[in-house]
């Protein structure tokens, strides 16, 4: 694709298919979490690939500006005019992930294979999907997460977007400036990761995203009011420590959260919770801007989307999925969960309502333990 000859639709819909790619590999390698490692490493596991992720970003883009966006002289000789550097990026991209996916294919143990052909397990798998989000009523805790999940997720999704906005409006960064800020960002959020999967795996997933969230609140209040430079790179490097654990417990908690067989179900559900309504924090931003005038006050509702998000993650309960194995009874059976549902009778292995009554046999048992 150039620029200027109409290839901005082809453009954006190659865009649009690496994104989708991209969002349905990320379902199915979060799912693989808790098949891959002990429970008692989930936390680890989660906190030390997020930060790895960030450090392999921070490398990736290191490279980037090295070979092709070096302003004093990149090592390969791109045609600025056509956009060629940005775009021998994307290709530098594409190769980076091929390289690094080589060891996952490699030397990452996987489940066997249901022997299905393609088409049958994508309409089992869809079927089955559609049954979870069906009665999701029935898993109101995984649903109450999801629903705060959702609000703070939006509230990162939308301070990725305009943080450096705000940098270049309010503290007049140049491009050098807003790049050193992105970076501090990814290097703090990459060592948050990595210190708190410790944590994660000590006091739980849910007690280090609660810890993450009010130190996403309290910086971030900091970040609106600090009124120099200097500060401004303080209080963004504190927020960034919290970001990354946020985003590593949050997986770990899904994992542990997810009932055994559904993994990859409640994941897709998970990765939606984060992107359906990634649009709204933008909105809120752009409306108040439009009100007031003032870029702290629009990005103030950042704040406002993670408190909500905090209260309805403080409701939730941490229940380990090998809990299931304790509190499983016989095959038909009344199962209650006092807090969350009223009493199902589950005919195991019928179908009725279009519910198949097997899984959601399996699920209520271990919903029944919270």
């Not at 417990?249 to 998970?270: D, H, I, K, N």
């Not at 409701?315 to 499983?328: G, I, Q, T």
């Not at 969350?340 to 589950?346: I, N, R």
């Not at 292995?349 to 198949?356: A, L, Q, S, V, Y």
């Amino acid at each position: 694709a150039f620029p200027g000859n109409d290839s901005e639709v082809a453009t954006l819909t190659l865009v649009g298919i690496s994104n989708i790619g991209f969002e349905f590999s990320q379902v199915f390698y979060n799912a693989m979490l808790p098949d891959i490692v002990d429970e008692s490493m989930i936390g680890r596991v989660s906190g030390w690939a997020w930060g790895i992720g960030y450090i392999g970003g921070l490398a990736s883009l290191g490279l980037t500006l090295v070979l092709l966006a070096n302003p004093s002289g990149a090592l390969i000789p791109v045609d600025e005019s056509t956009g060629q550097g940005v775009r021998a990026a994307a290709i530098l991209v594409s190769v980076w992930y091929a390289v690094f996916s080589i060891p996952f294919f490699l030397f990452t143990t996987d489940k066997p294979t249901s022997g299905l052909p393609l088409h049958s397990a994508t309409r089992k798998g869809l079927t089955q999907l559609v049954q979870t989000i069906k009665s999701l009523k029935l898993y109101k805790n995984i649903a109450l997460f999801l629903l705060g999940h959702m609000l703070y997720a939006d509230a990162l999704a939308t301070l990725f977007s305009f943080g450096g906005i705000y940098a270049g409006e309010e503290f007049n960064m140049d491009q050098t400036e807003v790049l050193i800020f992105a970076v501090v960002l990814n290097v703090t959020g990459g060592l948050g990761a990595l210190g708190f999967a410790f944590v994660d795996d000590r006091i739980g997933s849910k007690i280090t995203i609660m810890i993450s969230l009010i130190g996403l609140i309290g910086a971030g209040i900091a970040v609106l009011l600090v009124e120099t430079k200097t500060l401004f790179y303080i209080t963004a490097a504190i927020l960034g420590i919290f970001v990354g654990p946020a985003q590593a417990a949050s997986r770990s908690l899904m994992a542990r959260l997810s009932p055994p067989g559904m993994q990859t179900e409640f994941f897709g559900l998970f990765a939606l919770s984060g992107k359906a309504t990634a649009f709204l924090g933008p909105i809120f931003v752009v409306q108040i801007r439009r009100l007031t005038n003032d870029l702290r006050w629009a990005l103030s509702t950042i704040v406002v989307f993670i408190v909500l998000g905090a209260i309805l993650t403080a409701f939730v309960k941490e229940v380990p999925a090998s809990r299931l194995e304790d509190c499983e009874g016989g095959s038909n059976r009344t199962v209650v969960n006092a807090s969350a549902y009223q009493p199902v009778q589950s005919p195991t292995g019928k179908m009725r309502e279009g519910i198949n009554w097997e899984r959601l046999d399996r699920i209520s048992s271990y919903q029944a333990c919270i």
